[in-house]
């Protein structure tokens, strides 16, 4: 009798989600109840996901430690990993999901009776990618891409109360399947080379043998690269990016950018440094070309934005290049430091955005950001220290990530790539100075503006977020090096 | 103790922050209430300051061990003077904003969250902490200048903001190098000054750091030909902004070339003089010549800063014992003046609501007490012995004499120079008849600020005539850091009074 | 005694602090009084101090006060030795007598107080300058003199040209005082100190002839600016803008010999360089005659008598070239009582004429003011050398000195011969005008002698332009005995010995003087259409000298014009467009950049995907590329 | 001598039937195209032993993704002849480079480098493993890749979820 | 005679190529998502070719798991087209740009 490998521990937080999701829909169907309900499902499914991914945690860390055995955190006939790296990937991911719906609440609140749907592909979509952030098989990896990125097509057109969302949902949906396919043509080509899907089997295979015509694993590795490279948005493979991060709803956007990036880059990073970490010298030139090419460029388009969803896109994409610099640095703790408080810097930036142009409309031009400084004060200065921890200024976390970073791409001898990436940095404080001009240095008079609470929240916990692991990083930094991948 | 020095400026703007924005008339009061605090213990700081070489009150917590950053804190001769010069204009800064309406609570936070910033960047001895308080300070000043600041004031934030990081962020590839040259040669992260002071550079690598660090500071001096954004981010920014900048700010860049850039990399130091001083000298004479014909009083102090701050960069490159202390002390000395002359500025544009010196006229008749503090500072300013100006220009110009006598004396030019811009704007100013209505009832100085201006003039007066009390603790800080210079690039320093070694015999051949 | 020297400079020093703070509380005559008293006072500590002296053997001692700039050797220090005794007391001495002047001349200004805590200042700085014990401390005096200047030159300064003149005064100085700071560089560089002590005990062996030369002729750009020398004398006339006690106190008997008094003391270094004595030497003499050709056509009661100033400046400046340092110092000293009667003389007319100071405007004021006119009428020989007043001994040791020095200075005695005759001319010419013919005064003036607490300093001066010379005769040295500690480590040039030289010398001397006098007396005591018919003989030399050469037009167009237009220029067209033009335009850069780059955007989502698959080839070549 | 001659052929087929979904200008012979190249390389499979695989995709592609395809086009009425320009400058040119480019490197790759295309065997020696009948499929897919298998739920959850999301519309939603 | 594996592997490598160009030519939304298809199909075929050159069941099993993503792909993709349709009345994305810049 044959019997698959269960290890339920490994998929509980998953499970979790998808169960919540589930009852989310049958809830609505039978009973039809206010949000606050479907809202407390939602976080009744994010807690223990997040319980588990927290026990998840002890048991990886013990297992480094030796209290247990490392064969314990490969789980699933090897489909799956419970270390710390996946883990603390998770861990960002289900922040970022309750912090995205919080942010996102009064859309949801606003779509009637699809909202249950909303909620549903919320929790799918982080289950999915979820799993992308485990998956020690390439096929599991693409299927949690697929997974994440479908539900993310659909949230994007989902309020359609405007043209451009449709132009947003199908524009996404259009170019991230093609992007799908390349990547797993890629997967299939490294399959086709090495005879595996397992990331860690790759990784023995490449330090048992000396491939020396490897042919079609460096056609795989490009388009594995290219495929990652266009959910992170890395120039130059983020057209999208700009034109869904202005057609869709606000309320999603800030959600559906970070966990996007928190996934990508986690994969990007399982991938290239522990998969193919032997090859580094073949791809290393060409992720420090992405990396470069999306830092000056994103910045640069950035700078002449006059819409401010366009320019925190266009800002996404050189933050995908900074983030990169780490990937070229060949340290995963780097990466994750990065991407996770970046995710939270995003969502709360999103979360602004819809209160000031309205969670569901799609234009948001700088205009109305004027004199915000006055009409919202709160706002203004959380969205303040945001934006300046995005552009990396010190005393936030967006300093320490980037010098993190900027560390590990020096050492790895790329210092060509850190010139370019401090003066690229000078590039985005000029972008971001623009939204902090137009909000305290302009005198328009306006009405105050209401807040919703929930906005008013999440821009207080990413606000301080951002301040507290910028000026006492230690403890998520420590927790990124010892989320190392197995 | 240091570390109280930065937080009670931060603890100040916090509670400062908690006052009900209605409450308007209370922030200002309460800031310099709070300000006073710092500046107390500063004096604390200066009284119980041994002056020896080496830092002291040496405070050294990890922040962050994988990465090697300590919180590392401790303060020099060179430090020192520095921190106190901050403690001072910021409640004087604040005091000067009696006439700033909108937002009053806001600016109080900046101002002391740019005080904190800027007592973190003298204090501190890691060059990651350096490095986080060197580029924190752009914000609260972004904001001042930006929001309360005249007609083209983003603009000038903007500029001020984006320039100066740019400077700095070869800088930070510089540090990052640094500490990854540390782990090379002694197998682990550091960013303690101390620790990267020992490392064995390739020249080569030496001079390239060396360039990124002096690209960073030379912007923030502003040195010859980075100096552009000064003038627009002095005209434009309020009156405590310009004092702060000119006093403080601008000194970061002095402060960071003599701490770092010479004691991490003295052979590049040794090998840049000539280029270092060829821009310091042209900047003294560029500035100086530049400001004669400026149309706005703001401005033509602007340049005069870019002229003044030359005769520090080249004290600094001298290398001789006397350079470097009037190096030193002019540093304390331009943000006593400078800063002074753009409080007297503020003022004036408080009655008139401009600037230009076209405008004026005459109105010494109205405001005699204002034109002699103006007056007093422009000689100040000028350089007349007696006063601050002097000692530090002078050491610096005679310390220099003996290494760089060419630039020494091309320098010296600039004496006269400021004798012309700043007489012949006082001129303009103040003197004749006051023909325009509005110039000839001008309300003179109040009591206020009369009580801000006093204590500056006050030092004016004790550093020119009594310069010890900051040289004796300044002394021995700068000859360590010539004795680390001379130590690691074997550069001989003439000695005055050996005559072969520095006169060239002329043509006469004698 | 000696150790409380100090106070001379202290005395006024708070004098004029108590003034500053304290003096609109006090009612008007009591500012200048208290004044007075404390330069007063100064004078009476230093002549006690100077008794030593006076009893012969003492060397002088530095009294050390405080520590200054110790990394260049500069302390705060007194160096008491009969030279700066002496200056102390022609500063202090002169310096009472006008401030007393001062009470009754500035009678009704507003501002009362103020210009007598200025005139402490300045007496304080002055003595600074003299007792200073290092350059370093001297450099403070000498500037803060300049300082006092400019505050006192501009005193009224609703005047336009009177702050015009204040700010000239003060920048054609600094223009000198860079010569004397590179000159303190050098100094410095050269012994490692700059005390007096140690430089001039060690310049014998430690300068070379060039390094002294160098050391010199820097120097002398300092004197020359501070003393109105050729070519940075301009500033003096114009500096006559200020009240006239001013003009008496800083302009005539004090400030303006600071250079001498500095070459004097530098005389260690110059020992060591006949070039730079040449050269000093020479700058005097041209001097000299330049400024007295220019005074001999003034129509400015105040002018002539700063032309004549610039020329007696020159006369000492000469001396001291010629190393006849004792010579010099003693012509400083008559000069300063005779100059400074003349002026407080003038500012006495002027009070009287109600501020008019047109000397072609006034005439027979003889009868109206006699104590005014009798006492310039001493003044006025004194300094044409006629004997046995002050004048005529201390100018006659001048030329007899560089008589006999001989060699090129022969030519600068024949020079200084000259201008003994035109000073005299327009001496005579300035008292004639002022004091005999017929009136011409506007309608309305009603000329009065001045009250007592004027003319009382006029007399003492008078007294002592008239027997101030008796101290240095052939006769009897006095003066040179007294001074001789000084200039012990130099060697001094004296006159030629014998009295059949001296007679001839002086004879010629006082032969230019009489002829001179005699000539100014027989062109001007006549109808105002005849001597008006005597200037215009001498066209268009008269009107060169009238328009003192045009040397300020000339001035301005090349040295002050260009330099405002280069100035200019780098303010506006370099500063602006180009530099800050290169950091705007390098800003515009990155937003053309991104502007340019924005199209690529198109919108069109199979463009992007264009974009995306060539993105992919690149990659995909790239790596197959770099593996290959 | 079949699979040569299957394998030739099939692959003529199946290139010509994604040629044509590329060129057709009627969506519905586009879909036809598609079809073609749908069965084509279903044989293709077979002729790889992947005969499971050879099935489901003529039930699930051809059978159910076409149709819907299909229907859509219907539903939509696009059923029409399209125009041939381009309206999009420089795209057509655009992309004929980068085939160039791609042709190029094909070319380089074949005769200029010794590119691998499958370098090593790693399986096992028994080429009877790899014949993909029901069991032999069912039991790896039941066992180690269960999870992925358990991963599809969600995705078709979403599908369904998804497609009611979008396609629940109203006029104006608010 | 068995036709290697690297044959296969050349067909599917222009399948999918075309299916990429294709994507970019055409401009109606159903016949891109065609050519996507198409290269999930080439995909497959590798995955199959290279299987069986590997002696390795593994990739059959992943086609299958390619085919179910297909699959769910093609049900969003087709619901967004007729969403967009309804509101548009046009399946040609060049009709859509109007986010750009």
């Known amino acids: 009798m044959i019997t698959p490998e269960i290890s339920w521990l490994a998929i509980l937080p998953e499970l979790g989600l998808a169960l919540g999701a589930a009852a989310v829909l049958l809830v609505e169907v039978q009973w039809k109840p206010r949000a606050q309900v479907l809202g407390m499902v939602v976080a009744g499914a994010l807690t223990i996901a997040l319980a588990f991914t927290v026990v998840q945690w002890i048991r990886a860390q013990d297992a480094v430690a030796g209290a247990g055995q490392l064969g314990d955190l490969v789980a699933f006939s090897r489909m799956i990993l419970m270390d710390g790296f996946a883990v603390f990937g998770r861990f960002a991911l289900l922040v970022t999901t309750a912090i995205g719906i919080t942010a996102g609440w009064r859309l949801i609140e606003g779509l009637g009776r699809r909202r249950a749907e909303a909620l549903a592909l919320i929790l799918l979509a982080s289950a999915g990618f979820s799993i992308m952030v485990s998956a020690n098989n390439l096929v599991m990896v693409f299927l949690g891409l697929e997974v994440g990125s479908i539900a993310l097509y659909v949230l994007a057109g989902m309020t359609r109360s405007s043209s451009t969302s449709d132009e947003a949902a199908l524009k996404y949906f259009l170019l991230g399947s093609f992007a799908s396919a390349i990547f797993i043509y890629g997967v299939a080509l490294i399959y086709a080379g090495t005879g595996q899907f397992e990331i860690l089997a790759i990784r023995s295979f490449f330090s048992a043998f000396i491939v020396t015509s490897p042919g079609v694993i460096l056609i795989g590795i490009a388009l594995m690269i290219v495929g990652l490279g266009f959910k992170v948005s890395a120039a130059p493979f983020h057209a999208w990016a700009p034109d869904v991060y202005q057609g869709a709803p606000a309320g999603f956007v800030g959600y559906m950018a970070a966990v996007a990036k928190i996934a990508g880059f986690a994969a990007i990073a399982r991938i290239l440094i522990t998969g193919l970490g032997d090859l580094e010298v073949n791809w290393l030139p060409v992720v420090a070309g992405i990396s470069a090419l999306s830092m000056v460029g994103g910045s640069l388009l950035a700078l002449v934005q006059a819409d401010i969803r366009r320019m925190l896109a266009y800002s996404s994409v050189a933050t995908a290049g900074f983030v990169m610099t780490g990937v070229v640095g060949g340290a995963t703790s780097g990466v994750l430091f990065y991407v996770a408080v970046y995710a939270l810097q995003l969502v709360g930036s999103f979360a602004v955005v819809a209160a000031v142009s309205g969670p569901a409309n799609s234009a948001s031009s700088m205009d109305e950001y004027q004199g915000l400084a006055t009409r919202s004060p709160g706002l203004a200065a959380g969205f303040t220290i945001l934006l300046l921890g995005m552009a990396g200024l010190p005393l936030t976390s967006g300093f320490v990530a980037k010098f993190g970073v900027f560390s590990d791409a020096w050492s790895a001898g790329y210092q060509w790539l850190v010139i370019v990436a401090v003066l690229a940095s000078v590039l985005a404080f000029a972008v971001y100075l623009r939204v902090v001009v137009n909000m305290y240095m302009s005198d328009a008079e306006g009405p105050t503006l209401e807040v919703p609470d929930t906005a008013r929240w999440v821009l207080m916990i990413a606000a301080a977020a951002t301040i507290i692991w910028g000026i006492l990083p230690g403890s998520l930094l420590d927790l990124a090096s010892s989320a190392f991948p197995l | ?510 | ?628 | ?174 | ?101």
């Open chain 4, 1 to 174: 001598m079949v699979e040569p001659i299957l394998f030739v052929l099939m692959s003529m087929a199946a290139l010509a039937g994604a040629v044509t979904v590329v060129a057709a200008r009627n969506p519905v012979y586009s879909a036809m195209g598609l079809l073609g190249t749908l069965f084509s390389v279903a044989v293709l499979y077979v002729l790889q032993l992947a005969h499971l695989v050879a099935a489901v995709q003529v039930i699930v592609y051809a059978g159910a993704v076409l149709t819907l395809f299909l229907f859509v086009i219907m539903l939509i009425g696009v059923d029409k002849e399209e125009h041939w320009e381009e309206p999009l400058r420089y795209q057509r040119s655009f992309v004929a480079g980068m085939a160039g480019v791609v042709v190029l490197m094909a070319a380089g790759l074949t005769f200029f480098t010794d590119f691998d295309w499958v370098p090593a065997a790693v399986g096992g020696t028994d080429p009877s493993r790899t014949i993909g009948t029901v069991q032999a499929i069912a039991e790896p897919m039941f066992t180690d890749w269960v999870l992925a298998f358990e991963a599809t739920a969600l995705l078709l959850t979403i599908a369904a979820a998804g497609a009611i999301a979008l396609a629940h519309y109203r006029r104006r939603p608010h």
């Open chain 3, 1 to 628: 005694m000696t150790e409380l020297v100090w106070l001379v400079i202290a005395l006024p020093l708070a004098g004029a602090g108590f003034l500053h703070f304290a003096g609109k509380y006090l009612r008007e005559p009591l500012a200048g009084w208290l004044a007075s008293a404390a330069i007063g006072g100064s004078f009476v500590v230093a002549a006690v101090a100077a008794v030593p002296f006076i009893q012969g053997g003492e060397h002088g001692t530095a009294v050390s006060l405080w520590d200054w700039m110790p990394a260049i050797g500069a302390s705060m220090e007194i160096l008491w030795d009969p030279l700066s005794a002496l200056m102390a007391l022609v500063v202090t001495g002169v310096g009472s007598l006008i401030h007393i002047f001062a009470i009754g001349y500035m009678h009704g200004d507003e501002r009362f107080h103020r210009f007598f805590t200025y005139l402490n200042l300045f007496a304080a700085s002055m003595l600074t300058l003299v007792l200073a014990g290092n350059y370093a401390m001297l450099f403070l005096g000498w500037e803060l003199v300049g300082l006092c200047s400019y505050l006192l030159i501009g005193f009224w300064f609703t005047r336009p040209t009177a702050a015009a003149a204040a700010k000239k005064a003060f920048i054609v100085n600094r223009i000198g005082d860079l010569g004397l700071m590179v000159g303190l560089m050098l100094v410095f560089t050269t012994f490692g100190t700059l005390s007096y002590t140690g430089i001039f005990e060690r310049a014998g062996d430690e300068l070379t002839s060039g390094l002294a030369t160098a050391i010199g002729l820097l120097f002398l750009v300092g004197a020359a600016g501070k003393s109105a020398q050729v070519p940075l004398y301009v500033w003096l006339p114009d500096a006559m803008e200020g009240p006239t006690p001013v003009s008496a106190l800083i302009h005539a008997a004090t400030m303006v010999t600071a250079g001498v008094y500095l070459v004097a003391r530098s005389a260690s270094i110059f020992e060591l360089s006949t070039v730079a004595q040449v050269t000093v030497a020479t700058v005097g003499a041209a001097t000299a005659i330049w400024a007295a050709s220019i005074a001999l056509a003034q129509r400015d009661i105040k002018r002539v008598l700063a032309y004549s100033t610039v020329s007696q400046l020159g006369y000492m400046f000469l001396a001291v070239g010629a190393t006849a340092y004792v010579a010099g110092i003693f012509h400083l000293m008559t000069h300063a009582f005779f100059k400074a009667l003349l002026f407080l003389g003038a500012g006495s007319v002027i009070h009287a004429m109600n501020d008019e100071q047109d000397m072609y405007k006034m005439g027979g004021l003889l009868k109206k003011m006699p104590v005014t006119a009798v006492t310039m009428g001493i003044a006025t020989l004194a300094i044409a050398g006629i004997p046995p007043l002050a004048g005529f001994w201390s100018k006659d040791e001048i030329l007899g000195s560089a008589f006999e020095r001989g060699g090129w200075f022969s030519v600068l005695w024949i020079v200084g011969l000259v201008t003994a005759l035109l000073t005299a001319f327009y001496m005579t010419r300035q008292w004639v005008l002022v004091f005999l013919g017929q009136p011409r005064w506007d309608e309305g003036i009603e000329p009065h002698e001045s009250p007592r607490v004027m003319t009382a300093p006029l007399v003492i001066l008078a007294v002592l332009s008239v027997f101030g010379g008796l101290i240095n005769t052939p006769l009897r040295l006095t003066l040179e005995h007294f001074l001789e500690p000084a200039f012990e480590l130099v060697k001094l040039q004296h006159p030629p010995e014998g009295v059949g030289m001296f007679i001839l010398l002086a004879g010629l001397s006082v032969l230019a003087g009489l002829a001179g006098a005699a000539a100014a007396y027989l062109a001007y005591n006549r109808s105002s259409d005849e001597w008006r018919g005597f200037e215009g003989g001498f066209e268009p030399l008269w009107g060169a000298w009238e328009k003192a050469y045009g040397v300020d037009d000339i001035y301005g167009r090349v040295i002050v014009a260009p330099g405002k237009r280069a100035a200019e220029a780098a303010a506006f067209q370099f500063d602006i467009p180009i530099i800050d033009g290169a950091v705007n335009g390098l800003g515009r850069v990155f937003r053309d950049l991104g502007e340019w780059a924005r199209p690529i955007q198109t919108g069109y989502v199979r463009n992007y995907g264009a974009l995306f698959l060539a993105g992919t080839i690149v990659v995909v070549i790239w790596l197959v590329a770099g593996g290959a």
């Open chain 5, 1 to 101: 005679m068995i036709v290697g594996a690297e044959w296969y592997m050349t067909v599917a490598a222009a399948l999918f190529l075309i299916g990429a160009f294709g994507l970019l030519l055409r401009r109606n939304a159903l016949i891109m998502f065609m050519c996507i298809e198409l290269m999930l199909n080439a995909v497959n075929l590798t995955l199959i070719a290279a299987g069986r050159a590997l002696n390795d069941l593994g990739g059959q099993v992943a086609v299958f798991f390619i085919l179910v993503v297909a699959a769910a792909e093609v049900v969003v993709g087709l619901a967004i087209i007729v969403a967009i349709f309804r509101r548009r009345t046009t399946a040609s994305v060049d009709e859509l740009s109007e986010l750009r810049g």
């Open chain 2, 1 to 510: 103790m240091l570390t109280w020095l930065i937080l009670l400026p931060v603890l100040a703007a916090i509670i400062v922050s908690l006052v009900p924005s209605r409450r308007s008339e209370l922030h200002l009061s309460l800031g310099i209430a709070l300000a006073v605090l710092p500046l107390a213990l500063a004096g604390y700081v200066f009284w119980a300051f041994e002056p020896v070489s080496g830092y002291q009150f040496i405070e050294d917590v990890t922040w962050y061990a994988p990465w090697g950053i300590g919180w590392t804190l401790g303060i020099d001769g060179i430090s020192l003077p520095m921190v106190v010069l901050t403690t001072l204009l910021v409640p004087i800064a604040l005091g000067a904003s009696t006439s700033i309406e909108k937002r009053r609570k806001e600016f109080v936070v900046y101002t002391l969250l740019l005080e904190a910033g800027m007592i973190g960047v003298f204090l501190a001895l890691d060059l990651f902490i350096f490095f986080v308080f060197f580029e924190a300070i752009l914000i609260p000043m972004y904001f001042i200048i930006g929001i309360w600041g005249s007609d083209r004031r983003v603009y000038a934030a903007v500029k001020f903001f984006i320039y100066t990081a740019f400077g700095s962020a070869l800088m930070l590839a510089g540090i990052i190098a640094l500490a990854f040259t540390h782990a090379e040669q002694f197998g682990s992260l550091s960013f303690a000054l101390s620790d990267l002071m020992r490392l064995d550079l390739p020249i080569g690598a030496e001079r390239w750091l060396f360039a990124a660090f002096a690209l960073a500071f030379a912007i923030k001096v502003p040195l010859f030909p980075v100096h552009t954004w000064l003038p627009d981010a002095h005209t434009e920014a309020p009156t405590a902004g310009s004092v702060l900048l000119a006093g403080v700010l601008l000194k970061l860049g002095t402060y960071g070339l003599l701490r770092f850039n010479l004691s991490l990399f003295p052979e590049a130091s040794v090998d840049a003089v000539w280029i270092m001083g060829i821009l310091a000298v042209v900047g003294i004479v560029y500035g100086a010549v530049v400001a004669i014909v400026q149309p706005d009083l703001k401005r033509l102090v602007a340049y005069s800063s870019v002229s003044h701050l030359g005769f520090i960069v080249l004290g600094t490159f001298a290398f001789t014992s006397g350079a470097m202390q009037g190096a030193v002390i002019q540093n304390v000395n331009h943000g006593i003046t400078t800063g002074a002359l753009f409080l007297l500025v503020g003022m004036l544009y408080e009655r008139r609501h401009t600037k230009l010196i076209s405008e004026f006229g005459g109105i010494q008749k109205s405001m005699p007490v204002f034109a002699g503090f103006f007056l007093f500072m422009a000689f100040a300013s000028i350089g007349l012995p007696g006063l601050n100006g002097f000692v530090g220009e002078f050491l610096v110009l005679i310390g220099a004499y003996a290494t760089l006598p060419v630039l020494a004396v091309i320098a010296a030019s600039g004496v006269v120079l400021a004798a012309i811009y700043l007489l012949w704007a006082y001129e303009r100013v103040f003197t004749g008849v006051p023909e325009k209505p509005e110039n000839q009832n001008l309300a003179d100085l109040s009591t206020r600020e009369v009580a801000l201006l006093a204590p500056l003039a006050a030092l004016v007066l004790v550093i020119g005539l009594y310069p010890n009390v900051l040289l004796d603790k300044i002394a021995p800080s700068a000859e360590a850091v010539l004795d680390h210079v001379v130590e690691a690039s074997g550069l001989v320093i003439p000695e005055p009074g050996r005559l072969a070694d520095v006169f060239v015999t002329d043509g006469e051949g004698e």
